[in-house]
C-alpha cells in the first residue's frame, strides 16, 4: 500500500502562495505549521521546500518591496519569518552522508541581505558539506582569517545589491591573492543576476541561480557525488 505522504504529496505551489500570505500578515505559526506539517511531512524534500516555497515566496517580496507595494518594515518582517522557516526545516531535514569537502559561505563586506547566502549554507550542509556559514557584512580581513584557519575547499560569496559589486570585486581579488589562486570560488547573488557578465569578468568558478543549481556545480567542481 502507497505510504499517507505518497498519496497526499503537496501542491508546493499553493504552499508557497498560503505561505506567501501568511509572511505578508506577520503570522508565523502559520507560515511555520505551511513549510512543516503541509510540505515537508507530506513529502517534498526539504531542498524542494527550500526553493519552491520559501525561496520563490522571498523572491516575490523583494519584488513586492522593489515596487514600493510593501514597506521596508513588512519586507523585513516577511524575511525574519523566513529566517526562522529555514532554522526550523533545517532541524527537521536528514543530512547526506558526509562527503568530505568543506565550504565556507559569506557575504562579502557591506552587504546585509544574507538570506540567499543562509539558503545556499543549508542546502550545502544537508547535501553533505562541512559548511562554515559567516552570514552578512563579512569583512575582507575577517574573512581571509577564516580561510586561513579553515583550510575550505570552496568558497562561497553572496552579494545582492548592485552597489556592493565594488566590494565583491576587492574580496575577490584579495582572496586570489591570499590563496595564490588555490582556491575555487562560488560566486551568487541578486548582484549577479542583475549583472550578467560579472561572474564572467572576475572568473567566477562557480556560479548558479539558486541553491539545487549550486549544490550540483560544487559537487561537479569538488568531484563528489551525491
Request: with cysteine; hydrophobic share 45%.
Amino acid at each position: 500500500m502507497a505510504s499517507a505522504a505518497t498519496e497526499a504529496r503537496p501542491d508546493l505551489a499553493t504552499v508557497r502562495a498560503r505561505y506567501l500570505e501568511a509572511q505578508l500578515h506577520g503570522n508565523r505559526r502559520e507560515a511555520l505549521r505551511l513549510v512543516i506539517d503541509e510540505a515537508f511531512a507530506r513529502g517534498a524534500s526539504a531542498l524542494e521546500v527550500e526553493l519552491e516555497v520559501i525561496q520563490e515566496a522571498q523572491r516575490e517580496i523583494g519584488r513586492l518591496w522593489q515596487e514600493n507595494s510593501i514597506t521596508i518594515a513588512e519586507e523585513h518582517m516577511a524575511t525574519a519569518i523566513s529566517n526562522m522557516a529555514l532554522a526550523h526545516l533545517y532541524d527537521h531535514a536528514p543530512r547526506e552522508r558526509s562527503n568530505g569537502k568543506k565550504v565556507v559561505v559569506a557575504c562579502i563586506e557591506g552587504e546585509l541581505h544574507d538570506f540567499p547566502a543562509r539558503l545556499v549554507a543549508d542546502a550545502l550542509d544537508l547535501a553533505g558539506f562541512d559548511v562554515r556559514y559567516l552570514g552578512a557584512n563579512v569583512p575582507t580581513d575577517s574573512l581571509l582569517a577564516v580561510l586561513d584557519r579553515e583550510k575550505p575547499d570552496l568558497l562561497a560569496l553572496s552579494v545582492t545589491m548592485i552597489f556592493n559589486v565594488p566590494a565583491l570585486r576587492n574580496a575577490t581579488a584579495r582572496v586570489r591573492e591570499h590563496t595564490a589562486g588555490s582556491l575555487p570560488i562560488a560566486m551568487g547573488g541578486g548582484a549577479l543576476s542583475w549583472m550578467n557578465a560579472l561572474a564572467a569578468e572576475l572568473q567566477a568558478d562557480v556560479t548558479a541561480c539558486d541553491a539545487r543549481e549550486l549544490v550540483e556545480s560544487a559537487r561537479r567542481l569538488l568531484g563528489v557525488g551525491p
